[in-house]
């Protein structure tokens, strides 16, 4: 969902670093190297229909060209590229892609592993497709769509491909009562697109970010709690409502579409938060 600069390794780079290394069992380096021009072309047409948001129309399959099976790509990936070995710093490069090393799916996990866009277990002709690998975060790795994407909505957003931080998508409502409870989902009057905000939507759900962003920002507000005490003693809701817009401005200056984003952007217009609303009387 947020985006990132594409890998500056090519998919040929990749390709001949991982099979530089495996050992040649079953003449696997040979038959790869016979299937290499193939594979690249499919790498190519990998390219091209990411930029055409047309990658739902890749089918599933079991076999890469040269009739390489998927074990054996498989194990391209896990021996060539990610094991330290002769592909391993390409493999690192694109780990580094993520800012601050956050994960670009949920944009506030650490990133552990490189993720697959495409799985590899359904599309592994494009196991070391560096244009396919996006570094995550384990929890987003895990919880990301892993099945047959035959229609553009069943897709997440690709990090490489796709910018939707134009717009600011993400929301978050109070809900008031004993104490303010921070709730997040994607804004459907944001004016992006209809098949974004149906991606967007989709995304959120299946990666529980809507429960993680609603944890984080209750803790936030838990943290500031007495800075907003204060601020209210001394000149009531209108400092209080000053001082929450100086820190949405700096993080919206940082990052348009974060939970911490819409957490200042819902506090400072909320009347009944800057009122006191932001109290927790369970506190007191």
């Known amino acids: 969902m947020w985006p990132l600069q594409s890998p500056g390794h090519t998919a040929a780079q990749a390709f001949d670093a991982a099979r530089s290394r495996l050992r040649n069992i079953d003449n696997i380096r040979?038959?790869?190297g016979a299937a290499r021009t193939d594979i690249l072309e499919t790498a190519d047409d990998y390219r091209e229909k990411g930029v055409q948001q047309l990658l739902y129309e890749i089918g599933a399959h079991d076999e890469a060209?040269?009739?390489?099976?998927?074990?054996?790509?498989?194990?391209?990936?896990?021996?060539?590229?990610?094991?330290?070995?002769?592909?391993?710093?390409?493999?690192?490069?694109?780990?580094?892609?993520?800012?601050?090393?956050?994960?670009?799916?949920?944009?506030?996990?650490?990133?552990?592993?490189?993720d697959h866009f495409l799985p590899k277990s359904k599309y592994?002709?494009?196991?070391?497709?560096?244009?396919?690998?996006?570094?995550?975060?384990?929890?987003?790795?895990?919880?990301k769509l892993s099945?047959?994407?035959?229609?553009?909505?069943?897709l997440p957003l690709h990090p490489y491909f796709e910018n939707v931080d134009d717009v600011a998508w993400l929301k978050a409502d109070i809900l008031e009562g004993p104490s303010a409870v921070f709730l997040y989902s994607v804004?459907?009057?944001?004016?992006i697109d209809a098949i974004s905000l149906i991606r967007l939507k989709y995304q959120i759900e299946n990666l529980g970010l809507d429960a993680l962003y609603s944890i984080e920002a209750n803790d936030l507000l838990s943290s500031i709690r007495l800075t907003l005490r204060r601020l209210y003693a001394a000149g009531g809701a209108d400092t209080v409502?000053?001082?929450?817009?100086?820190?949405?401005?700096?993080?919206?200056f940082d990052r348009r579409n974060s939970w911490r984003t819409a957490f200042f952007k819902a506090s400072c217009e909320n009347e009944w938060f800057l009122d006191g609303g932001f109290e927790d009387d369970e506190l007191d």
């Open 30 to 32: 040979d038959r790869l």
């Open 65 to 114: 060209p040269g009739e390489i099976t998927k074990p054996e790509m498989i194990r391209l990936y896990e021996s060539g590229l990610r094991r330290v070995n002769a592909g391993r710093h390409i493999y690192d490069a694109i780990m580094a892609l993520a800012p601050n090393g956050l994960c670009p799916y949920c944009g506030h996990r650490r990133v552990r592993q490189l």
């Open 124 to 143: 592994p002709t494009f196991s070391v497709t560096p244009q396919n690998l996006v570094p995550s975060c384990s929890d987003c790795n895990t919880d």
């Open 147 to 154: 099945g047959d994407a035959d229609k553009i909505e069943d």
């Open 187 to 191: 804004d459907e009057e944001s004016g």
């Open 241 to 252: 409502r000053r001082h929450l817009e100086g820190e949405y401005d700096s993080s919206l």
